[in-house]
């Protein structure tokens, strides 16, 4: 089935399938490095890092069966005298799955934000001083895609994928108007051109995205490469 017949989930659930059947048959070294790669996104130290970043966020998943459990375990403590959030920080982390390895990634990038969906995902943001906030997400949001994601999305397809991450102004970088051309590769052969997605980066990290866009390029005559964003 070609990508272009299938919608949002479907696109979802052949990555991740992908990635579940290719984490399975990796040495035992490649698992090692996949599954820190996730827990350096999903699960971070937090004595570490301050000096690049100034939020860091934990992700934690929890069932959406157990919502109204976890709710009564947290107004129990609430009850104790515990303010809300240390209460709900203090049950998420007890109870929740933590996203730090690839069984756990694959739950956490399954969520497409339907009804369906087994999971709802719990965001601890953190300062260095401590719990900044909790989103609970009630909503019940989808999993944002990420570079793993990517990876074998373009694996599945056998196809290259660039993410044109472009700065404005007001993003924490050096220069205005910065572009970035991020590749990933297949991890197998290559059989399709290439595809495209824009990524805007939000400006109070300098680093973050609402969303990907598919870029539409044609084949051009060579240009210089201070030129080619432009022609994008």
Not at 44 to 51: E, R
């Amino acid at each position: 089935m070609l990508a272009s017949d299938m919608d949002a989930r479907g696109l979802r659930r052949r990555t991740v399938r992908r990635f579940v059947e290719d984490f399975g048959s990796v040495s035992g070294e490649e698992r090692e490095a996949i599954n820190d790669a996730i827990k350096h996104m999903y699960s971070p130290d937090l004595k570490n890092g301050w000096g690049i970043h100034v939020v860091q966020e934990v992700k934690l998943l929890a069932k959406k069966e157990d919502r109204v459990a976890l709710d009564s375990a947290i107004g129990e403590l609430v009850l104790l005298g515990m303010q809300r959030e240390m209460a709900a920080e203090s049950i998420y982390n007890e109870r929740c799955i933590a996203v730090n390895d690839g069984p756990s990634w694959a739950k956490y990038m399954s969520i497409s934000g339907s009804h369906d969906d087994e999971y709802d995902i719990i965001t601890l943001q953190y300062t260095e001083e401590g719990l900044l906030s909790i989103d609970e997400n009630r909503e019940g949001q989808a999993a944002f895609g990420d570079d793993i994601a990517i990876e074998f999305l373009a694996t599945e397809f056998k196809r290259e994928i660039y993410v044109v991450q472009a700065h404005g102004s007001d993003a924490m970088v050096d220069e205005e108007n910065c572009v970035f051309f991020l590749p990933h590769r297949p991890r197998s052969e290559i059989c399709e051109p290439p595809f495209f997605l824009f990524m805007k980066g939000t400006g109070w990290c300098g680093a973050g995205a609402d969303h990907y866009e598919p870029l539409i390029a044609h084949p051009s005559s060579l240009l210089s490469q201070e030129k080619v964003a432009a022609v994008l």
